[in-house]
T-cell receptor, first 116, second 117 residues
Framework: SQKIEQNSEALNIQEGKTATLTCNYT??????LQWYRQDPGRGPVFLLL?????KEKRKERLKVTFDTTLKQSLFHITASQPADSATYLC???????????????FGKGTKLSVIP | GAVVSQHPSRVICKSGTSVKIECRSL??????MFWYRQFPKQSLMLMAT?????????EQGVEKDKFLINHASLTLSTLTVTSAHPEDSSFYIC?????????????FGNGTRLTVT
């Protein structure tokens, strides 16, 4: 069966360091992968998308890599700040939902805590 | 940017009653909206895909008679939890895409915390 694993439920790092979060998947052949941020009691917010033919994508202090051979994506936050503390979710496209739209399947997320 | 508004943010109801949750796309039209459910420390679980003007598509294991979805316009989808029970207590979140493209991101509402007593 299809599975998405974010293999750290929680990650604590010191302010200023680089946080690296991992997303592994099995039995998928996604055309792209997305990362979202979710704060407590709020809906997720889109951060970055990377396509299967892209190795790396950057946006300000964020960097995402996508290795379709390893079936893995890494999400990096450089120069981390306490404000980066949140749960980060990876998501893969899966089935066609009709009406021209596709659905996403989400991992459980990694709760990042940046310690001052 | 695209805004999805979800109401109410919190609701407490008694067992056996029904609760309606609204999801609105404020500055774009959404032919498709997605309803998710999230338990603590768990991933977002897709419940159903709501299509404007047609019946919703429910995921396996989701009771369509219990979770009624209506997508009456291009900017409004509603989820009604009928005859709610304590096990229905959860965080319900709706989302939509501004574009139908496969890789366009989802825009989420801020969720509804449902507590059934």
């Amino acid at each position: 069966s299809q599975k998405i694993e974010q293999n750290s439920e929680a990650l604590n790092i010191q302010e200023g360091k680089t946080a690296t979060l991992t997303c592994n998947y099995t039995n998928y052949s996604p055309a792209y992968l997305q990362w979202y941020r979710q704060d407590p009691g709020r809906g997720p917010v889109f951060l970055l998308l990377i396509r299967e033919n892209e190795k790396e994508k950057r946006k300000e202090r964020l960097k995402v890599t996508f290795d379709t051979t390893l079936k893995q994506s890494l999400f990096h936050i450089t120069a981390s700040q306490p404000a980066d503390s949140a749960t980060y979710l990876c998501a893969l496209d899966s089935r066609y939902s009709g009406a021209g739209s596709y659905q996403l399947t989400f991992g459980k997320g990694t709760k990042l805590s940046v310690i001052p | 940017g695209a805004v999805v508004s979800q109401h109410p943010s919190r609701v407490i109801c008694k067992s056996g009653t029904s609760v309606k949750i609204e999801c609105r796309s404020l500055d774009f039209q959404a032919t498709t909206m997605f309803w998710y459910r999230q338990f603590p420390k768990q991933s977002l679980m897709l419940m159903a895909t709501s299509n404007e003007g047609s019946k919703a598509t429910y995921e396996q294991g989701v009771e369509k008679d219990k979770f009624l979805i209506n997508h009456a316009s291009l900017t409004l989808s509603t989820l009604t939890v009928t005859s709610a029970h304590p096990e229905d207590s959860s965080f319900y979140i709706c989302s939509a895409r501004t574009l139908g493209a496969r890789d366009s991101p989802l825009h989420f509402g801020n969720g509804t915390r449902l507590t059934v007593t």
